[in-house]
Nanobody, 115 residues
Framework: QVQLVESGGGLVQPGGSLRLSCKASGFIFGGCAMNWYRQAPGKERERVAVISGDGLTTNYADSVKGRFTISRDNGQNTVYLQMNSLKPEDTAVYLC????????WGQGTQVTVSS
């Protein structure tokens, strides 16, 4: 059974940082690209970042380039999203996603950027 469990969200002031984690199980993690998406109220779901299975290739949405970093630890079956210089417009539910095994989403973790 595939499971993706996100953690690390919370309330942070503008300019602050958070590190999200997504723990995966139920599939061969190192063979799968992993994605972080976000969903803000009233907006379409947006892909924030993607990382290849070997961790060597990454890609980012223009809105987060230079501020967010995606990484993974295949030994721990975990993908991370380091978020720096956070802005109020980064407020959203952040979800991890894999296309492997037909496609699975985590339940999401709330990130709120507010003073």
């Amino acid at each position: 059974q595939v499971q993706l469990v996100e953690s690390g969200g919370g309330l942070v002031q503008p300019g602050g940082s958070l590190r999200l984690s997504c723990k995966a199980s139920g599939f061969i993690f190192g063979g799968c690209a992993m994605n972080w998406y976000r969903q803000a109220p009233g907006k379409e779901r947006e892909r924030v970042a993607v990382i290849s299975g070997d961790g060597l290739t990454t890609n980012y949405a223009d809105s987060v380039k230079g501020r967010f970093t995606i990484s993974r630890d295949n030994g721990q079956n975990t993908v991370y999203l380091q978020m720096n210089s956070l802005k109020p417009e980064d407020t959203a539910v952040y979800l991890c996603y894999t296309v492997c095994r037909g496609g699975y989403w985590g339940q999401g973790t709330q990130v709120t950027v507010s003073s």
